[in-house]
């Protein structure tokens, strides 16, 4: 019964490990590569159910780490798991980039005795959305929360990030105009995106794009379908190159058929490189704040928009 009631969820939450220990598969797939054993008491962000693959038989949690039995999860009693919320898209506007200097452990809040959540490599991107005070570390109390991908909302001491080359704008307009005056330029060469508004950069960005073979491709396109959270399977495209289910991505604005979309992105961080299987990967935050700007506009309550409405038009540059 829970799973059907997780089933219709879109927006995500923040269980506890219930048992000893419990693999974490790659895929929805008993037979697939273990990504990490997670223990008793660690907490995981749930993006929703997928349906086993490639002949597993199983219903799994998805999680921003990978796929989980049903029955080793349960909703967070932790009282440290209300501070890992995604945050408001808003941030998004005064966010900046930075780089792990280290491994960096992903904290739940701006404390060492937080739950960790995850961490990241060193040299790894991040984008830092609110500096606030936490447990004084070496001698600074300073705390990042960031953006991302796996652990969004998410707290890293400020000694472990250095700021990175902010991303770069590209205002380059579509061929025959934006009849809305704004438009979205992905530039492949930068991994950026730049949000632009009567030919002023409004917004700019880091994004993942397609790996080799799989390339984003290039030209001018529109945000034709939205959608607050969609799931994506391989099984409903071609020429994938492996199999995948992910349930509830959001923010989702396809602007090509046959899946490509700007997203949100919840099992990566690896923005600023070639990472996906075609489409642009924003950060959660990032996301939700790019799906508030762009036609058609999806109204509060509503899950997706009639089709045939105004679109916002979106330049893809190699």
């Keep these: 019964m829970l799973s059907e009631g997780v089933r219709e969820m879109i927006d995500p939450w923040v269980a506890d490990v219930i048992v000893r220990n419990t693999p974490v598969y790659a895929k929805p797939n008993a037979s697939d590569a273990i990504r990490l054993n997670a223990r008793e008491g660690d907490l995981m962000r749930v993006s929703g159910v997928s349906h086993g693959m490639n002949g597993d038989p199983n219903l799994w949690w998805s999680t ?5 039995a049903l029955d080793a999860l349960r ?6 798991s209300t501070l890992w919320t995604v945050p408001d898209g808003l941030l ?9 200097t280290t491994d960096a452990n992903v904290r739940a809040g701006p404390s060492t005795e937080a739950p960790k959540v995850g961490h990241l490599p060193p040299g790894n991107l991040v984008k830092v959305l609110v500096e606030g005070p936490g447990e004084d570390v070496q001698g600074s109390a300073t705390w990042y929360r960031i953006d991302g991908g796996r652990y969004a909302g998410g707290w890293i001491h400020s000694s472990i990030v250095k700021q990175a080359a902010q991303p770069r704008a590209n205002t380059t307009p579509p061929p025959s105009g934006a009849a809305s005056g704004r438009w979205i330029v992905v530039d492949r060469s930068r991994h950026s995106l730049t949000l632009v508004d009567n030919g002023q950069p ?6 993942a794009l397609g790996v080799a073979g799989r390339e984003t491709p290039t030209g001018t396109y529109s945000t034709w379908g939205k959608y607050r959270a969609d799931d994506m399977t391989s099984a409903s495209v071609r020429d994938t190159g492996g199999y995948y289910d992910l349930p509830n991505v959001p923010n989702t604005q396809y602007y090509l058929d046959g899946g490509f979309a700007i997203h949100g992105t919840y099992w990566h961080d690896d923005f600023g490189t070639d990472e996906s299987h075609g489409c642009v990967n924003v950060t959660w935050t990032d996301g939700r704040y790019l799906f508030s700007q762009t036609l058609p506009f999806v109204l509060d309550g509503q899950l997706t928009t009639p089709t045939g409405q105004p679109a916002t038009d979106v330049v893809i540059l190699s």
Excluded: I
Aim: glycine share 12%; net charge negative.
């Design 64 to 68: 921003s780490e990978g796929y989980v």
């Design 202 to 207: 409004a917004f700019v960005t880091y994004v």
């Design 75 to 80: 909703p967070s009693q932790n009282p440290w």
């Design 92 to 100: 998004a506007l005064t966010g900046w980039w930075g780089a792990t």
